[in-house]
């Protein structure tokens, strides 16, 4: 029987990653990450570049020593980053440098000979310290087919792992991909590994095309971060390995959608809706005849189960909806209602839907209340008993909340920058429940003047579930405190 392909994961979600313009991590935070990492089952992870600054080193250092699995540094192809490596005492040391003639006249203003020198002795400098060595010979698409395989042949020589193949500025396409790592591939014993990002949008796809041409190990961040239009995305190339290529990366596939997650509040660089896999809509459905089709069988309009990422399918209220959807988002609320009713609740949310309005589910149980009469409510886990705010000149606004939850009194008090803040954060607080997020704040004025009605709209997360729910009042925080309240009382059902 042939066996499964098996293409190994390195993550650089921690070192080109936290290059994404505007990321900067903490140790905790990458502690965080690292951990979540390991346990999504990768082979090997890039902890940062220690030379960078004393934390960053020590930083490496504290994950290398807490993971099991391959933890690397990178480095220049120079003495003092390799040691810095060295200190951080990494599992693997990525040495890199650049070896197109762009790079090499503009940015290091050397000769290809002189480089040669400088990759084949670092490789070599690691190697006599007993360290695996990954080199990288960077901007390798832009370089000559013959100098590339000049240096790869001298860094194998030399004792080096895995060679890199890095498309530096994204400007390959899948076609060429393939060709350059099967030309490399014929040449070069050692293992092959790409590195791709993503200019042209095609970082997957050329990623997926070093796989064809004969690549080992791809290069991948989490959410496709990464240097200016980021990296090859982890969840996108893992997911296409495995479900359009039958390849097995090892990588614990309902664990993506938390660790995309995870990264989307550390870093705080939130991904778009239409983000593929782990998107906010990669398994949302509106349009009637989807929903109809993807309720009686889901692969009708779902090429991956929403389970098998750990994401969850959502049918979405709006203009499109149709009966079947309306009728499968009533059962789940608990409400009955008989034929008749639910077309006319279908056609007000349809109504609602298409004079631009975001339908959330109290607008439901409102709609469905008004055509059918009191529908059954489940009872509320959480209601506020009192809410005190103190707002002062020249100090940050303070809120204390009493809830009453599952029947227990809760108490809280949290400073915020903001009335607002303060008042979810002291409501977050009393709650206790630390998977809570508060994804999505949006804030209308319904009528005008300074005593205008506030709509507040808000997405509340917990693990893979979220809810949309909205609150509205005179006053912006009472607006927000009965938004998150009413989402909360959905999400903990
Ligand atoms: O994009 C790149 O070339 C890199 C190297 C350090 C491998 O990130
Ligand atoms: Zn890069």
Do not use: W
């Not at 994404?20 to 346990?39: M, N, R």
């Not at 000979?113 to 670092?122: C, G, H, K, L, P």
């Not at 705080?268 to 089709?293: L, Q, T």
């Not at 009872?379 to 909340?401: D, H, I, W, Y």
């Amino acid at each position: 029987m042939a066996q499964t392909r098996r293409v190994k994961v390195f993550d650089t979600t921690l070192r080109d990653g936290e290059q994404t313009p505007g990321v900067g991590l903490t140790k905790e935070k990458k502690l965080e990450i690292a951990h979540a990492l390991q346990d999504l089952g990768l082979d090997a992870i890039e902890a940062g570049f220690p030379i960078n600054s004393d934390i960053e080193l020590e930083t490496v250092r504290q994950i290398a020593k807490e993971l099991d699995i391959t933890v690397c540094g990178l480095a220049r192809a120079l003495p003092g980053d390799i040691d810095a490596c060295i200190k951080a005492d990494v599992d693997m040391i990525h040495v890199f440098i650049s070896t197109s003639p762009q790079h090499l006249k503009y940015q290091m203003n050397k000769t290809e000979d002189e480089v040669y020198e400088m990759a084949v002795s670092s490789v070599q400098y690691v190697v006599d310290h007993g360290i695996t060595c990954m080199f990288s010979p960077m901007d390798a698409t832009r370089t000559g087919l013959d100098y590339l395989l000049r240096v790869c042949k001298g860094v194998e020589a030399a004792g080096a792992s895995i060679i890199n193949i890095p498309d530096t500025v994204g400007v390959m396409y899948p076609e060429k991909m393939r060709k350059l790592v099967a030309d490399v591939r014929k040449e070069i014993k050692i293992d092959l590994d790409v590195h791709c990002h993503n200019d042209f949008g095609m970082a997957v796809a050329n990623t997926l095309a070093a796989v064809e041409g004969g690549c080992d190990q791809v290069q991948v961040t989490v959410n496709g971060l990464g240097e200016r239009a980021g990296n090859a995305d982890l969840e996108q190339v893992v997911m296409a390995l495995k479900m359009l290529y039958g390849i097995e990366t090892g990588i614990k596939t309902e664990k993506i959608y938390p660790m995309s997650k995870l990264v989307e509040r550390l870093t705080g660089i939130r991904i778009m809706p239409n983000f593929p896999i782990v998107g906010d809509n990669a398994f949302a459905h509106e349009s009637g005849i989807h929903v109809h089709a993807v309720l009686k069988r889901a692969e009708t309009f779902e090429p991956i189960k929403p389970e098998m990422v750990g994401a969850k399918r959502k049918l979405v209220l709006g203009k499109h909806i149709g009966i079947h959807g309306i009728d499968a988002k009533l059962k789940e609320m608990g409400i009955a209602v008989d034929g008749e009713q639910l077309r006319e609740i279908t056609n007000k949310v349809k109504d609602l839907g298409g004079k631009g309005k975001k339908v959330v589910e109290e607008d439901l149980v409102a709609i469905a209340q008004d055509v059918a009469g009191m529908v059954p409510q489940k009872e509320r886990r959480v209601q506020m008993v009192n809410f005190k705010l103190a707002s002062e000149l020249g100090k940050k606004p303070c809120a204390t909340v009493v809830l009453k939850v599952d029947g227990k009194v809760k108490e809280a008090t949290e400073e915020g920058v903001g009335p607002v803040d303060a008042a979810l954060k002291a409501i977050k607080s009393a709650i206790g429940l630390e998977d809570i997020l508060l994804e999505e704040y949006r804030l209308d004025a319904i009528t005008g003047g300074s005593d205008a009605l506030a709509e507040v709209t808000i997405t509340v997360r917990k693990g893979g579930d979220s809810t949309l729910a909205r609150g509205v009042h005179e006053d912006v925080v009472m607006a927000s405190v009965t938004a998150f309240l009413n989402g909360l009382n959905r999400i903990l059902k």
